[in-house]
T-cell receptor, first 119, second 113 residues
Framework: DAGVIQSPRHEVTEMGQEVTLRCKPI?????LFWYRQTMMRGLELLIY????????DSGMPEDRFSAKMPNASFSTLKIQPSEPRDSAVYFC?????????????????FGPGTRLTVT | AQKVTQAQTEISVVEKEDVTLDCVYE???????LFWYKQPPSGELVFLIR??????QNEISGRYSWNFQKSTSSFNFTITASQVVDSAVYFC??????????FGTGTRLTIIP
């Protein structure tokens, strides 16, 4: 089975440009998460979706960040305009449904990440 | 609030030695889940194990074993007969009632050949 797919794997852009990161979750997973990893702050949850609906976006750092999930097999994370401090590895993860289970799976399967460098 | 503490920032051991990675957690939830993830040099995060708060049985999977103790709020991870391929950053993580995964800061493990 294919895992979580992210594109691009590497992105280098200039400050002020718009950046769009893409994610395809594992088929059948109901949850999708976007994380950011930096040396200073570690792994941070930015936003997560359940059945394509954003549930919690409290981790999104600023209005420059936005995320969408138009259907069950695709999500985007957009940064506009980008700044050098946005440089990080961005991970997408998906998780199976917890519906009806006393002990939900909850384990998240991560994509390979997108390494973003903003100069 | 949830918190996961991995006090060991970096560990180095010689190949074939056993090594234990410590994880201490804090949560007010009575139902919660604990996880270990591995991040090898290639960068991806690999799920290793999940444990729920009602199951304190220790688990062994090959050279890996996990010791869950609610009394000390710890979920430690031991690698027996370490190998160079075990070199990675290992993260302990927790999910409680808010369904948000809280990660520790990670332990960088280096296995010296």
């Amino acid at each position: 089975d294919a895992g979580v797919i992210q594109s691009p794997r590497h992105e280098v852009t200039e400050m002020g440009q718009e950046v769009t990161l893409r994610c395809k979750p594992i088929s059948g997973h109901d949850y999708l998460f976007w994380y950011r990893q930096t040396m200073m702050r570690g792994l941070e949850l930015l936003i997560y979706f359940n059945n394509n609906v954003p549930i919690d976006d409290s981790g999104m750092p600023e209005d420059r960040f936005s995320a969408k999930m138009p259907n069950a097999s695709f999500s985007t994370l957009k940064i506009q305009p980008s700044e050098p401090r946005d440089s990080a590895v961005y991970f997408c993860a998906s998780s199976p449904s917890s519906r009806g289970l006393i002990f939900p799976p909850y384990e998240q399967y991560f994509g390979p990440g997108t390494r973003l460098t903003v100069t | 609030a949830q918190k996961v503490t991995q006090a060991q920032t970096e560990i180095s051991v010689v190949e074939k030695e056993d090594v234990t990675l410590d994880c201490v957690y804090e949560t007010r939830d009575t139902t919660y889940y604990l996880f270990w993830y591995k991040q090898p040099p290639s960068g991806e995060l690999v799920f290793l194990i999940r444990r729920n708060s009602f199951d304190e049985q220790n688990e062994i999977s090959g050279r890996y074993s996990w010791n869950f103790q609610k009394s000390t709020s710890s979920f430690n991870f031991t690698i027996t007969a370490s190998q160079v391929v075990d070199s990675a950053v290992y993260f302990c993580a927790l999910i409680g009632g808010n369904e948000k995964l809280t990660f520790g800061t990670g332990t960088r493990l280096t296995i010296i050949p």
